[in-house]
C-alpha cells in the first residue's frame, strides 16, 4: 500500500501537468480556428498550388497530381505543427484571453474588417510606391 501511494504521489505532478497541456493545446486549436489562422492557412496553401500549376517549369507532372495533392493534405495536421510553436510563446492563461478577445465583438469586427483593412492598406501603399517612384525617377533624370 505505502508503495502504491509513493507511486500516485510520485506521478502525481505529471498527470496534472499532462491534464493541463491537454487543455492548452485543445485551447490553441480553439484559438487557431478563431482567429482564422486555420482558415488562413488554408487559403494560402491553395493559392501556393494554383501559383504552381500555372508555372510552366513544371507543368510536365504527371496527370492528377494536383488533385491528389490536395486531397492528401491533412490541415488537422498542419494545425498540429503550429500547435507547439503557441505552447512556447504564450501562456494557457494568455491563450484563454485571445480566445476571450476572439469571441467578443471587437474581435469578431476585427476579423470581418482584416481582409478590407490590408486590401485597401496595399491599394494605398501601391499608389503612394508608384509616386515615389516617378519622383525618383523624375529627380535622377533632372540630375542627369
Not at 42 to 58: A, D, Q, R
Not at 81 to 109: A, C, L, W
Amino acid at each position: 500500500m505505502k508503495i502504491l501511494l509513493l507511486i500516485i504521489f510520485v506521478l502525481m505532478p505529471f498527470i496534472g501537468f499532462s491534464q493541463i497541456d491537454t487543455l492548452k493545446t485543445r485551447d490553441i486549436k480553439r484559438l487557431l480556428v478563431l482567429s482564422g489562422s486555420t482558415n488562413n492557412a488554408k487559403i494560402g496553401i491553395e493559392g501556393v498550388i494554383n501559383s504552381l500549376k500555372k508555372n510552366t517549369n513544371i507543368n510536365n507532372l504527371p496527370e492528377g497530381f494536383w488533385d491528389e495533392l490536395t486531397k492528401e493534405i491533412d490541415y488537422e495536421e498542419l494545425i498540429n505543427i503550429y500547435v507547439p510553436i503557441y505552447e512556447k510563446n504564450y501562456s494557457h492563461q494568455e491563450i484563454t484571453y485571445m480566445i476571450v478577445f476572439y469571441e467578443s465583438t471587437t474581435g469578431k469586427k476585427m476579423l470581418e474588417k482584416t481582409p478590407l483593412i490590408l486590401e485597401e492598406s496595399m491599394n494605398l501603399s501601391r499608389e503612394w510606391g508608384k509616386k515615389l517612384s516617378y519622383k525618383i525617377y523624375e529627380k535622377i533624370k533632372k540630375n542627369k
